[in-house]
């Protein structure tokens, strides 16, 4: 996978992201499907974790590339949780570890998606 294919994938799965988080707005899916929004939260932190492993990997990070897209990753996941809970938009203390824990799959997905690269690695 080249860099220009992970960049374009960062952009296709950003893509995706904003038209079910259209969708879920339209049909309130948040509220009446319980698993939208695990789903939700798998796919951005794959977006996110493949964007900064794209931007992180032109900078030759090194041997602390996992750990720098996680924490960079996860610190985006945090501050959307902070969002959540100044709306008050979040449901309770399990639905926050929930979104974090899935967060954190979807940037471990990326990271082996991404670090397979023959080119990034």
Known sequence: MSKSSI???SLALAA???????IAIIFSLYWTTLWYDILMHFLGGLTIGVFAAYVLRLGNIGRGFFWAVFCLAMLIGIGWEIFEYVYDLQGDKIDTAWDLVMDSLGVIAAYLLTARSREFS
Request: no cysteine.
């Open 7 to 9: 960049l374009l994938l």
């Open 16 to 22: 995706l992201l904003w038209l079910l988080n259209y």
